[in-house]
């Protein structure tokens, strides 16, 4: 920690930046100080779960970041579980050879994994450097007292123990599954996630940047060094401040100032403006060290009664959680993936995202920041007491308090990260057992970041009763709810109990609201369940098969499906809407994810509670958001339109900015309607005739929007779309491609379910392939894949070459279709 304060400092006007030319004569290239070091790895699954490495080990060449779960078949008897997604874990080995440059020898070097799942453990040279049981927080090793040179070469062999399971409640795959970097710096630097950036004072005018930075010094005698940190907007030179320092040898201090930013450029959800500070280093006039830190501007505050408030102004905050897994990628982190995901919620008109129940991988934070979303940065699922057999419980006593300061660390320069969640569904929630652990961790986080509040997802802080809601802390057993009562939390944190939110000004006066997670609404996209004039919900428990009747364990389109714990889509957000206290929620869940299947039953294997599915494909609920989440005009009918002939089918219409919307069935008005009341969608009872619905939604009379659903013959052919068509050739680049079946009038077939096979040419491969179906138990590494419901997707990766990429999309008795995707140097 810090050991020593140093507060006086020289501030610098844009136009004089003197010391940066006192520091040496010639830019040094600081490039390489953090490099990839992601390719040309070896792997071996050992089977048998033995721990050493024989000499005839056969191992395969690859690339992290990588999941060699997902490479496996679905495995019912699996010690995962369903839970887990009927994916098995195993040990593997990792093991990559690696020159060190002799001009490197006097340099600190050390590896940085970005997150190992789980319990590593890292050798280099036979050298054992340490183990990390956490898979979701990444960690560093000095790897340079055991360093060969020049041509003589390296080993590092990894470790990696995901063979006890279950550990976990949802799938999180296996491996070295996050980025990995070779650090190379002067014995001098700024260390692992060594700056700390602060906004305390923001107005129109002027903000004040306070900047902490912690110098290590490893050379064998104190050195005085020079420290400048420069802001930058862009390209635009700022603000400056300068520092001397003397640091002991083998010492690291902490540097403290101030820098003054008139008319600054405020970071908000719709304008996510970031700045840049580049912290340098100096010994004798010659820069040693180069560090950025990338930040925002702006200011916050969760109000008793007005909700949220960002930079001054009202925004319900209108979120979603996600899983970290990348549905058919598995958990190997991809930025395009993730940014994919994003760009996905982003049209939806989502503007949070909670990280449940993890650290999230680093990226996904750097994309909220440049894209505009408030995160709810999750620690922990559970604490001392287990959830499953082998998860984090077993390393609590040991790990928690490292684990959360290294989050804290390596997140807390984040604009987009706006709370803390110190967990989820605790077990000691309702004991004071869990109040003083709250206390801690609460601390914990104040004594890292005091400027933003902590939270904890409880579930819930109180109940329904029969006649009225409880202002009493209780469960179904009426214990208190000590976390709630613990005064740790900023916060109160709502999982469900969506019909108490109205009462929370009267149980908690003085805290202001979150609901942390909302809804548990369930679907299958583009199932729709016709038999039943009646809205069904969840009469049992979650682990009892739930929706008898339903073949294959499918669940309706319809928003009418939940589970007994939440609500659908549109009770939690008619009541969230309602009140300005109710600062925003984050629904469970925004994509489907793999594992914890719901029904808890054979053959699903993935969830069903996303707004979108595991491929990606919006469920016709993302619809009603979007009509109420956005400005933009929307107008979306469902289901599809290929029924038996006099079926009665329920014909639904989200819409916004019009006054009504007229269904037409064969050019034959079916009537107006219009929203009553809180309604967020219209209804007509229609019995089926093949032929077009159409829907026309009006505004004073006048036409907004027309929308049309047609009965499709027999499917006919394929129709590709890639999301891009021009990808970068950098290896890790992706084209999203979706595969529509249609009839030969080019109509979509809503109810295809043909099996699809792949072939590629050109310098790219496929990585995943996806329906989305959650009982599908067909591979996302294959070549082919049954589409669900006249949809699949096919994911092709970018090799390093720059060209083009043929893709082939073929199945029996339909028209074959093939795209091309470009791929371009980073160059061109």
């Known amino acids: 920690m810090i050991s020593k304060y140093l507060k006086s400092i020289q501030l610098f006007a844009v136009t004089s930046l003197l010391m940066l030319a006192s520091c040496g004569d010639k830019k040094t290239d600081f490039s390489n100080r953090e490099i990839s070091f992601n390719e040309n790895w070896q792997f071996y699954l050992s089977n048998d779960g033995n721990d050493t490495i024989a000499a005839n080990t056969q191992w395969k060449n690859i690339n992290v970041p990588h999941d060699w779960s997902i490479e496996l078949p679905f495995d019912e008897n699996s010690p995962a579980g369903i839970g887990g997604g009927a994916l098995n874990g195993g040990l593997g080995w990792y093991k990559k050879i690696f020159k060190t440059a002799e001009k490197d020898s006097t340099k600190v070097i050390s590896i940085v994994f970005d997150g190992v799942y789980m319990n590593s453990d890292v050798w280099v040279n036979g050298h054992h450097l340490g183990n990390h049981p956490n898979g979701y927080i990444g960690f560093e090793y000095n790897l340079t007292p055991y360093l060969n040179y020049g041509e003589k070469e390296n080993e590092i062999l990894v470790k990696v123990n995901n063979a006890k399971q279950p550990n976990s409640r949802w799938y999180s795959g296996s491996g070295i599954y996050r980025n990995v970097w070779l650090k190379t710096t002067d014995k001098a630097s700024v260390t692992q996630w060594g700056t700390y950036i602060t906004t305390p004072t923001v107005s129109d005018n002027e903000a004040i940047i306070n900047i902490e930075t912690t110098i290590k010094n490893e050379y064998p005698e104190a050195k005085e060094f020079t420290v400048i940190t420069t802001i930058f907007k862009e390209n635009n030179r700022i603000a400056s401040i300068s520092k001397k320092i003397n640091i002991a040898a083998k010492g690291k201090e902490t540097i403290i100032g101030e820098a003054y930013i008139t008319s600054p450029v405020l970071w908000s959800i719709k304008k996510p403006e970031m700045y840049t500070a580049v912290t340098q280093v100096s010994l004798n006039n010659t820069i040693v060290d180069e560090y950025k830190t990338p930040f925002g501007i702006r200011t916050f505050a969760f109000d008793l009664e007005k909700g949220f408030l960002l930079n001054g102004k009202q925004v319900k905050i209108k979120g979603v959680c996600l899983h970290h897994d990348l549905g058919p990628l598995g958990s190997a982190i991809n930025t395009r993936a993730i940014e994919r995901q994003l760009e996905i919620m982003k049209e939806m008109g989502v503007n949070g995202i909670r990280t449940s129940h993890n650290p999230p991988a680093p990226e996904l934070l750097d994309l909220c920041d440049k894209m505009g979303f408030i995160v709810m940065d999750e620690a922990y699922d559970m604490w001392a007491q287990s959830k499953t057999p082998y998860d984090y419980s077993n390393y609590w006593d040991k790990w928690h308090v490292k684990d959360l300061e290294d989050q804290i660390l390596r997140d807390r320069n984040h604009p987009s990260v706006f709370m803390w969640s110190i967990g989820n569904e605790i077990p000691e929630q309702w004991n004071e057992k869990g109040a003083e652990i709250a206390r801690e961790l609460s601390a914990i986080v104040k004594r890292m970041d005091a400027t933003r509040p902590v939270t904890a997802a409880m579930n819930p802080p109180i109940i329904v009763n029969s006649n009225e809601v409880s202002i009493q802390f209780q469960n179904t057993a009426d214990t208190p709810?000590?976390?709630?009562?613990?005064?740790?939390?900023?916060?109160?944190?709502?999982?469900?109990?969506?019909?108490?939110?109205?009462?929370?000004?009267?149980?908690?006066?003085?805290?202001p609201f979150i609901a942390t997670e909302t809804t548990s609404a369930l679907a299958t996209r583009g199932y729709y369940d016709t038999k039943s004039d009646t809205v069904k919900m969840w009469p049992k428990r979650w682990d009892i098969p739930f929706y008898e009747g339903n073949p294959g364990n499918t669940v309706s389109a319809y928003d009418q499906v939940q589970a007994p714990w939440g609500s659908t889509h549109e009770a939690t957000w008619k009541i969230i809407k309602k009140h300005d206290y109710l600062s925003g929620m984050y629904i469970w869940t925004g994509f489907d994810y793999i594992g914890e299947p719901t029904p808890y039953q054979w053959p699903s294997i993935s969830s069903y509670f996303g707004i979108v599915d595991l491929a990606g494909f919006p469920k016709d609920v993302y619809y009603m958001y979007q009509s109420e989440w956005t400005d933009k005009t929307v107008l979306h009918i469902?289901?599809?339109?290929?029924?038996?002939?006099?079926?009665?089918?329920?014909?639904?219409?989200?819409?916004?900015?019009?006054?009504?919307?007229?269904?037409?069935?064969?050019?034959?008005?079916?009537?107006?309607?219009?929203?009553?009341?809180?309604?967020?969608?219209?209804?007509?009872?229609?019995?089926?005739?093949?032929?077009?619905?159409?829907?026309?939604?009006?505004?004073?009379?006048?036409?907004?929007?027309?929308?049309?659903?047609?009965?499709?013959?027999?499917?006919?052919?394929?129709?590709?779309?890639?999301?891009?068509?021009?990808?970068?050739?950098?290896?890790?680049?992706?084209?999203?491609?979706?595969?529509?079946?249609?009839?030969?009038?080019?109509?979509?077939?809503?109810?295809?379910?043909?099996?699809i096979h792949f072939s590629i040419e050109g310098n790219g491969k496929i990585v995943g392939v996806c329906s989305g179906d959650p009982v599908s138990h067909e591979s996302y590494k294959g070549s082919s894949h049954t589409a669900l419901n006249g949809k699949c997707l096919v994911i092709v990766q970018a090799g390093k070459q720059a060209g083009t990429i043929k893709l082939t999309a073929s199945a029996d008795g339909l028209q074959k279709a093939i795209i091309e995707i470009k791929t371009s140097s980073e160059k061109e």
């Open 638 to 755: 469902l289901p599809h339109w290929n029924w038996k002939e006099g079926q009665t089918i329920d014909v639904w219409a989200y819409y916004n900015n019009a006054d009504e919307v007229e269904l037409y069935l064969n050019g034959k008005s079916l009537g107006k309607r219009s929203k009553q009341n809180d309604d967020l969608h219209v209804m007509w009872r229609v019995p089926f005739q093949a032929g077009t619905i159409k829907a026309v939604s009006r505004k004073d009379g006048k036409t907004v929007l027309e929308k049309e659903v047609k009965t499709a013959d027999k499917p006919a052919a394929l129709q590709l779309t890639a999301d891009r068509k021009d990808i970068k050739a950098d290896g890790n680049d992706l084209s999203f491609i979706t595969v529509d079946i249609t009839d030969n009038k080019g109509t979509f077939a809503a109810t295809a379910n043909n099996e």
């Open 481 to 511: 709810n000590a976390l709630a009562a613990s005064g740790a939390l900023d916060i109160i944190g709502y999982n469900y109990a969506h019909q108490t939110y109205e009462k929370h000004p009267v149980n908690f006066p003085k805290v």
